[in-house]
Structures are given as structure tokens and as C-alpha cells.
């Protein structure tokens, strides 16, 4: 219970905004619904307030209309029972799925992070890298984004930061090269986590995803079994965007897993729904702050629970 406790509490902080907007604030759900008897009408302005957090038109629109059939039926009559309702439906949408990391059974675990630029991937890398740390884990980062040198540089900044090695390469050289001399590192060194950052490209450029997929092509000869994850970072700020390029990145990029970034600056993390109702990856990591300890893996439970907490 108070692992649990300690989760939900995390989730709470990343989630304020977003809770005073949906549940708890003045236009929020609580004074919505709490003593008022359930009509079409009531319905309508919850739909509205669903959609203006973010949690998405296609889960929003089942989650209204199983309510109005509820509600026709007699089932619910009123706005304190939708609370409770909204509650049991959203913990419902996420079944039993494996979100830990998958690690190597030897050699390094190699990480590769995909994402538009602008979601916050490197300081996602240094959460991660923060949170192996804390295990024991020896990290090594390829900085494969050859592309623009301020991505190189922040990359190098964290790491200083972090006591963690980067192998780098030429500005504009080939990302795939980098890869691949980043893989003989984590090797030589005995690395338990390589991470490596690509660049930051769009979902819609077929050259750009072509340089990702041979990348992965590249590591998987050199380490067996790598990439091992393949995870997509989603800016929680982004709305509807994040829900594009997750459907994009899933496609083309063998993602494995979501981590959510800048969930503590949004007022629409129901993104976190949306995200579950559009793709069957699972988000595996929030971001909850700015720090390199600022950052949960996900749990559907304490996520609801800290939502909902008033």
C-alpha cells in the first residue's frame, strides 16, 4: 500500500493541472456533477469538459454514449454516480500489459529514443539515465541526432551532469555510424544500458525514417537482439498532435513503448487516455518535472486514483 501510496503521490504532482481543470477546479467535474440529477442536458456539458482535457473524440464520445444508455435505462440517475462511473471506465480501458523495460539477458540493453524535436527527448534520456543510475547501471549515450549540434551539445550537457559517457560523432556525419561505434563502446565497456538519441524527425519524412530503420538495422548486428526498446517520446502538451505522431512512429518505427513527457505542464493530460484508446503501446514512463529524478513509470491504477482524488 504505500509503494502505491508513493505512486499515486507522484502522479498527483504531474497531474495538478490537469485534475483542477477536469475534477476539482471550478469548471471541473465535482461542481459539474456533485448534487445535480442526471438529463441530456448535464451530459452534453460533461462531453464538452472530456474533450477540452484532452482525453480524446473516440474515448470520449463511447465513454458519453454508454452513459446516456445507462442513463435511459435507469441505471444512473445521478451526477455524483457518473463520478464514480468515469472512474470505473477509465481504470477499465488498460488491461493486464507488460510495461517494463525489456532488458538484455547479456551485454548492454540498447535503448533507442524516437520523437519530433521540440517533446523533450533529451531530458526524457537524462530521466532515464537518472533512473538507472539509481540501480546500479552503468550507461553509456550514442549521440546519433548528427543533424543539429545544439541537440548534441544538450545531450552532452545532461551527461556531464550525470557522469555518463557520450559517443558522438562529425556534425552531418551518418547517424548509423554513430550507432554503430556507440554499440562497440557500451561493449568494450561493459555496459549494462546504451541509450541511443536520434534525431529529431517528422513522422511524414520517409528519408528521415528510412536513416531510423537503418539505424536499428545497424545495432541489431551488432548486439543480438537490439534494439530492445524502441520508445517514442510524446510531449502531454501537444494534445491531438502526440496522437498523430504515435499513430506515425507506431507504424513505421517498431515502437515498443511511450514515455510522456512534460505531463506537469499540461492542463490536458488526459492525453494519457487518448493515447491508450488510439494505440496498444504502452505508455511506460511519465514525465513529472523538470529534474532527472522527475519521472514514474506508468501505472493505470494510481494514475486513475490520482486523477480522481479530490
Not at 150 to 172: D, H, M, S
Not at 215 to 238: C, K
Request: proline content about 4%; aromatic content about 6%.
Amino acid at each position: 500500500m504505500g509503494f502505491f501510496r508513493s505512486l499515486v503521490d507522484g502522479f498527483k504532482k504531474g497531474l495538478e493541472k490537469t485534475r483542477e481543470a477536469l475534477v476539482t477546479g471550478a469548471q471541473g467535474l465535482k461542481n459539474l456533477l456533485t448534487g445535480r440529477t442526471l438529463d441530456d442536458a448535464l451530459i452534453d456539458q460533461l462531453q464538452a469538459r472530456l474533450l477540452q482535457a484532452d482525453v480524446g473524440v473516440k474515448t470520449t464520445s463511447r465513454l458519453i454514449a454508454r452513459i446516456r444508455d445507462d442513463f435511459r435505462s435507469g441505471k444512473i440517475a445521478t451526477g455524483d454516480q457518473v463520478l464514480d462511473y468515469l472512474k470505473a471506465e477509465i481504470r477499465a480501458m488498460w488491461p493486464q500489459q507488460d510495461r517494463a523495460l525489456r532488458l538484455a539477458p547479456s551485454g548492454p540493453t540498447v535503448i533507442l529514443m524516437t520523437g519530433v524535436n521540440g517533446v523533450g527527448k533529451t531530458t526524457s534520456i537524462a530521466k532515464l539515465c537518472q533512473h538507472f543510475i539509481d540501480q546500479n547501471r552503468s550507461v553509456v549515450l550514442g549521440a546519433c541526432d548528427t543533424f543539429r549540434a545544439g541537440a548534441v551539445a544538450q545531450l552532452e550537457t545532461w551527461a556531464a551532469r550525470l557522469g555518463v559517457p557520450v559517443i558522438r560523432g562529425q556534425q552531418g556525419g551518418d547517424p548509423a555510424a554513430v550507432a554503430f561505434d556507440a554499440c562497440a563502446a557500451a561493449k568494450a565497456r561493459n555496459a549494462d544500458i546504451l541509450i541511443l538519441d536520434t534525431a529529431g524527425r517528422l513522422q511524414t519524412q520517409d528519408p528521415l525514417m528510412r536513416q531510423l530503420a537503418k539505424i536499428v538495422a545497424v545495432v541489431g548486428r551488432q548486439i543480438p537482439g537490439a534494439p530492445h526498446e524502441v520508445l517514442l517520446v510524446l510531449d502531454a502538451t501537444s494534445g491531438q498532435n502526440a496522437l498523430r505522431q504515435a499513430e506515425e512512429f507506431g507504424k513505421a518505427a517498431g515502437v515498443t513503448g511511450v514515455f510522456l513527457s512534460k505531463l506537469d505542464g499540461t492542463a490536458k493530460g488526459g492525453i494519457v487516455i487518448a493515447v491508450r484508446e488510439v494505440t496498444d503501446t504502452p505508455v511506460k514512463f511519465v514525465g513529472t518535472g523538470e529534474t532527472p529524478r522527475d519521472m514514474q513509470p506508468f501505472d493505470p491504477e494510481a494514475f486513475v486514483e490520482a486523477l480522481f482524488e479530490v
